[in-house]
C-alpha cells in the first residue's frame, strides 16, 4: 500500500504569508496527486489534481508542484477564507490520503 | 447541479450492519467511478471503497475488505454500501465521491454519520 505523509501537522500563519505544505508517497506515484481543501462541518473541497492543475474556479494563489514522491501546495498570499484543514492524495494505486494539514491564524 | 445525497446512517450496536446510499443527480451516474470515503470524528479522511461504471471492479481498503461490499444501480441512479460485522472503529461520517476518470474526486455529498456503539 502507498504511504501519504503530510508536514507540517499544524501551521500557524498571518493574512499575506506565503504557505507551503508538504506531501510525500512512499513509493512513486509519478503526477497523480491531488489536493483538497476542507473546512470544519464541510465535505472536502478538490483545489488541485495531477500535482499541478488547478480545478475550475480555485483561486490562483494556490498552485501544486511536484512529482514521484514530492509534493507540495503552496498558497501565495493567505486570505481569511483560507483558514482550514489541507489533504493530500494519492490515487496511482487505489487511494490513500495525508493525515492533513490545518492552517491556523497565527 | 451535480447533487450527490447520502443516507442510511445511524446508531448501530458492534457486530450489527447497517446500508449507506448515495443519490446522485445532475450528470449522467454510469459514466463515473464512484468510491466511499469516510472521516472518524476529529481525524482526517480515509477511502473505503470504490467501483467502476458498472461496478464490475470494486476495490476496498483492507480496514474494510470482508466486511463491507459497495454497489451501484446504475437505472436509479444510487450507489450502495453494505455494512456488516460493524466495530466501533468504523464510527464515520461516510461520504460519497464521484471519481474523475483519473481518481481523484470532483464531487463529494455531505455525508452520513454512522455511530456504532452498545
Known amino acids: 500500500d502507498i504511504q501519504m505523509t503530510q508536514s507540517p501537522s499544524t501551521l500557524s500563519a498571518s493574512v499575506g504569508d506565503r504557505v507551503t505544505i508538504t506531501c510525500r508517497a512512499s513509493?512513486?506515484?509519478?503526477?497523480?496527486l491531488a489536493w483538497y481543501q476542507q473546512k470544519p462541518g464541510k465535505a472536502p473541497k478538490l483545489l488541485v489534481y495531477?500535482?499541478?492543475s488547478l480545478e475550475s474556479g480555485v483561486p490562483s494563489r494556490f498552485s501544486g508542484s511536484g512529482s514521484a514522491t514530492e509534493f507540495t501546495l503552496t498558497i501565495s498570499s493567505l486570505q481569511p477564507d483560507d483558514f482550514a484543514t489541507y489533504y493530500c492524495?494519492?490515487?496511482?494505486?487505489?487511494?490513500?490520503f495525508g493525515q492533513g494539514t490545518k492552517v491556523e491564524i497565527k | 447541479e451535480v447533487q450527490l445525497v447520502e443516507s442510511g446512517g445511524g446508531v448501530v450496536r458492534p457486530g450489527g450492519s447497517l446500508r449507506l446510499s448515495c443519490a446522485a443527480s445532475?450528470?449522467?451516474?454510469?459514466?463515473?467511478?464512484m468510491s466511499w470515503v469516510r472521516q472518524a470524528p476529529g481525524k482526517g479522511l480515509e477511502w473505503v471503497s470504490g467501483?467502476?461504471?458498472?461496478?464490475?471492479?470494486?476495490g476496498y481498503a483492507d480496514s474494510v475488505k470482508g466486511r463491507f461490499i459497495i454497489s451501484r444501480d446504475n437505472a436509479k441512479n444510487s450507489l450502495n454500501l453494505q455494512m456488516n460485522s460493524l466495530r466501533a472503529e468504523d464510527t464515520a461520517l461516510y461520504y460519497c465521491?464521484?471519481?474523475?476518470?483519473?481518481?481523484?474526486?470532483?464531487?463529494w455529498g455531505q455525508g452520513t454519520l454512522v455511530t456504532v456503539s452498545s
Open positions: 465521491a464521484r471519481s474523475h476518470s483519473s481518481g481523484y474526486y470532483d464531487y
Open positions: 445532475g450528470f449522467t451516474f454510469d459514466d463515473y467511478e
Open positions: 467501483l467502476n461504471w458498472n461496478g464490475g471492479s470494486t
Open positions: 513509493q512513486s506515484i509519478i503526477s497523480w
Open positions: 495531477m500535482a499541478s
Open positions: 492524495q494519492q490515487y496511482n494505486s487505489y487511494s490513500t
